[in-house]
């Protein structure tokens, strides 16, 4: 595949483009050091590791790829990122949305895996296959090749894609397990507003210091981890819809546009309006 060539290698870089008429994001990058803070996605993730050792941590498991491996995450997975070795790595990720992946996968008798009622066998694999449909794909959307280039290839990373999809049995709900997706539930209402674990607390009838390690445990996250991913989402389905930052900001609980600016950037290695622009035609000098 077709590779970046910055001006300054030495330094992180970060290379984004997106399908306006599919959604479909593409970027390709290369950090020294860290690179992103716990953080998840609507979208599904298909990415390729092309330089350096890319560590990172995805369902309470290490992983470290190499060239030559794949990288399967699925929508809501946390995961973060960093460079295993001094000279960093470079990577090339597809990010596709879950409305425009879930018919194609349904097409082929496949559970859905926007709604995480299945699941990729595993986060990193060297299927040469898989990688080549990555790959291809990715140069289609990420250099503009056209309409019909993108869709074929599109097509062909499902097709191909579809033997890393298992479906996973329905888990099995204990007392602790509805308590704890009752809270998240209400953080979901309740995204945009200051909440504490005190009235969390209330809520669910968990005493705060038991309701952190449950949640914790049910979901890899603090409460407070979960609500600023929550947010961070939702500020990104805003920004590509062209809303001025500062607005999304208090749309979604964040105290302020620098507020939201702090935690968007630690998440995505870009600034809400480098998002925007990215995306939109709309130009916010306040960054």
Not at 45 to 50: D, F, P, R, S
Request: charge should be neutral; aromatic fraction near 8%.
């Amino acid at each position: 595949m077709t590779l970046h060539n910055p001006r300054n290698a030495n330094r992180d870089w970060v290379d984004f483009q997106r399908d306006d008429l599919t959604g479909i994001e593409s970027v390709q990058a290369h950090f020294k050091g860290h690179a992103y803070d716990p953080h998840d996605h609507d979208e599904l993730l298909l990415g390729i590791t092309l330089q350096g050792h890319q560590r990172f941590n995805c369902h309470r498991v290490m992983h470290t790829s190499i060239p030559g491996k794949a990288i399967l995450i699925e929508p809501g997975a946390v995961h973060d990122g960093h460079s295993a070795q001094p000279e960093g790595f470079t990577y090339a990720m597809l990010y596709l949305p879950q409305k425009y992946l879930t018919s194609a996968l349904k097409r082929r008798g496949l559970g859905d895996v926007s709604a995480l009622g299945a699941t990729f066998s595993h986060t990193l694999t060297d299927d040469k296959s898989l990688i080549t449909a990555i790959g291809q794909a990715f140069n289609a959307f990420h250099f503009q090749e056209g309409r019909l280039a993108c869709d074929v290839n599109f097509d062909h990373l499902v097709t191909t894609l579809s033997r890393h999809i298992e479906v996973r049995p329905a888990s099995k709900l204990n007392d602790s397990l509805i308590q704890m997706n009752r809270v998240r539930d209400y953080l979901h209402d309740q995204m945009s507003v200051d909440l504490g674990l005190d009235e969390l607390s209330v809520f669910s009838g968990v005493d705060r210091f038991r309701l952190s390690r449950q949640f914790k445990q049910a979901f890899g996250l603090s409460p407070h981890a979960y609500l600023v991913r929550l947010r961070l989402r939702a500020a990104r389905i805003l920004l590509a819809e062209g809303m001025p930052p500062a607005l999304v900001a208090t749309q979604v609980g964040f105290s302020d546009q620098s507020h939201l600016g702090r935690w968007f950037q630690r998440a995505y290695r870009l600034t809400p309006a480098a998002y925007q622009r990215h995306c939109t035609n709309v130009l916010d000098p306040e960054g």
